[in-house]
């Protein structure tokens, strides 16, 4: 049981959560991504005790500040993982030794029976640079499509929306235009 509820002790918990297995280490990463963000328009005051805050006047105030930076899609986003970092804290604050965060169930016969359909040239590769992680970062899956599915790995925790949109750019380049223009 954290000592405080700050930001930090926040943080800490998200971190603490991936590394023990707590919720799955993407899930953790993501929501501490949109805390971050988040809780970086507030002062240093106001980061000391989460409990004491109006998240519909922090989100406001967030998307006020940031909201050039942000699609609105992001925006909802990370209101949303946001609350739920803050509600899970609040949950392990009270009873970290009983704390379980709800993730979705797969159905492990049915994920062997339609995986992923291979790639043009080949199988994806899966090296295990790209299947672990580095200090830091995090991975992600994107599913595009039945069958399509996109894997991010080494995305920096701490990625700026300017690396973003490089990121963004590079991707755009590698759109193929078919005849129909799909």
Known sequence: MPDTYSVEELLAFLEHAAERGL??????????????????????????????????????RFHNKRAKDFSTDTLKEYERRVRRAVKLFMEWSEDPANFRAATRATTPGRKRRSGPEPMSGGDAPTSSAAATPSSGTYQTVLPLAPGRIVTLANVPVDLTSVEAERLAQFIRMLVVETAAGS
């Open 23 to 60: 919720m799955p280490a993407a899930t953790a990463q993501a929501l501490a991504v949109a805390s971050r963000n988040v809780f970086g328009i507030l002062s240093d005051p106001e980061t000391i005790d989460v409990r004491q805050l109006d998240l519909d006047t922090v989100v406001k």
